[in-house]
């Protein structure tokens, strides 16, 4: 059994707090998040304010959405597999039914959002499956090696007809290769001081992704470290339709005594008396400093999460800073599409094994901006001038064709050795007619 002393006291961390906190990044992704009053600014004092508050919260446009998606577009272009014929039509076909690209995607974005995504073979009844594994994840570390994965704790709450949610909580033991499973949870952390409900030795454990670390190992994502970026940017936003909506509706300063009805509204008419009186409007500032505010938020964002130039609608940079931007958004595209690459490699190599078929590798292709056509340009030029030798052309060839396995690359080499042209290779790979 997973001990207790060397999971860094785990009674003593607030996992359902982090789960709620999670709860509330998987809602700034989605755009779902509605922020309480007083968190992205001053608290309502008065009941007009409240319900300005609630009137103008609904005119905020989420950017989480935004952003999620196009570093989802540039982290996966395609999702393909290595050695078809070696794993067999078997491994082939079940592949393309579990949908592999769809997998992949769901796993970028719980890495983006959460920092941890997990895939693990499933049997239900008879058949045999490849699941990413949702609920709040996190992984039981090695003290002495924060690097080493010991186990996976997976909680979640489960629906049902009473007020109060329960929690589910499962754990992974990878060191004696169980699962343990406790049900009726009021607080998560409570796994860790009672029995569990269940224990069941389980062939195959899940394989994690972890986008980047904490001092103490634990995933951090993104989307954590940037949260405070999108509170401040609905901040912005609730100030420029505040001020908008008080230029439009400004407020009435009355000098002097007057009938002020109870339902005074725009466009209805203040009686005076007879004496001295005056009336007049309070306009706020200009939006102007509000909307450059805003700009530079957006381009904070856009700069944090290495999205390309001109995203987010902000200006467009030109020249090396445009250049500079989306070299950033492919370098980070790769490193995600490496992380899927591997985690899924594993994963497809256990489901190979629970369904009697030889393994095959994935590969997770990121989108490169247009480069892989320059790229080949260059390698079918070099060739022409005899820079570089055939096998060589072939091997840069290799990482933008799909599939193309290092068997297969020698055996294209050795049948074309004195027979490849440049202008053959020209046409194989794009660079002419």
Do not use: C
């Not at 095959?360 to 247009?370: L, Q, R, S």
Request: proline share 6%.
């Amino acid at each position: 059994m997973l001990s207790i002393a060397q999971q860094r006291m785990r009674e003593a961390l607030a996992i359902a707090s982090r789960a709620r906190q999670e709860a509330t990044l998987w809602d700034m992704a989605s755009g779902t998040w509605t922020p309480a009053p007083g968190d992205v600014g001053p608290p309502p004092r008065s009941d007009e304010a409240s319900i300005a508050y609630q009137r103008l919260i609904q005119l905020v446009y989420p950017v989480g959405p935004q952003v999620l998606r196009t570093r989802l577009s540039g982290a996966i272009s395609d999702v393909t597999w290595s050695d078809a014929e070696r794993g067999g039509k078997q491994l082939d076909r079940r592949l393309q039914a579990l949908d592999l690209y769809d997998l992949t995607a769901g796993g970028f974005t719980q890495m983006f959002v959460t920092g941890l995504t997990a895939y693990s073979v499933v049997r239900r009844g008879e058949d045999v499956t490849l699941a990413r594994l949702g609920g709040y994840l996190e992984p039981l570390l090695d003290p002495e090696d924060v690097e080493v994965v010991t186990g996976l704790f997976q909680a979640w709450q489960t629906n049902d007809e009473r007020r109060t949610r329960p929690w589910r909580v499962r754990i992974y033991d990878y060191q004696d290769r169980v699962l343990r499973e406790w049900v009726d949870l009021t607080d998560p952390k409570d796994a860790f001081s009672r029995p569990p409900s269940s224990e069941t030795a389980v062939g195959y454990m899940p394989h994690l992704a972890i986008a980047y670390r904490g001092a103490d190992g634990l995933p951090i994502s993104e989307m954590r470290q940037g949260m405070n970026l999108f509170k401040a940017n609905y901040a912005i936003q609730l100030r420029i339709h505040r001020v908008a909506e008080l230029h439009g509706y400004p407020v009435p300063v009355v000098v002097g005594q007057a009938e002020i009805p109870r339902d005074w509204g725009p466009g209805q008419v203040l009686a005076f008396p007879t004496g001295e009186g005056e009336f007049r409007y309070v306009y706020p500032d200009a939006l102007a400093g509000l909307y450059e505010l805003l700009r530079q938020n957006l381009e904070s964002i856009r700069e944090f999460f290495s999205l390309p130039g001109g995203s987010l609608g902000t200006q467009t940079p030109s020249g090396e800073a445009l250049k500079e931007a989306n070299r950033k958004y492919v370098q980070i595209s790769n490193y995600y599409a490496r992380k899927l690459s591997h985690v899924l490699s594993a994963a497809v190599r256990d489901y190979a094994r629970a369904i009697g078929a030889d393994p095959v590798a994935v590969e997770v292709i990121p989108h490169d901006m247009g480069r892989s056509g320059e790229v080949l340009a260059q390698v079918v030029n070099l060739y022409k001038e005899g820079v570089i030798p055939l096998s060589v052309a072939a091997r840069v060839a290799q990482s933008y064709v799909p599939g193309w396995s290092d068997d297969e690359l020698r055996e294209w080499v050795q049948s074309q050795q004195g027979l490849a042209t440049p202008e053959v290779v020209a046409r194989l790979l794009g660079g002419g007619a």
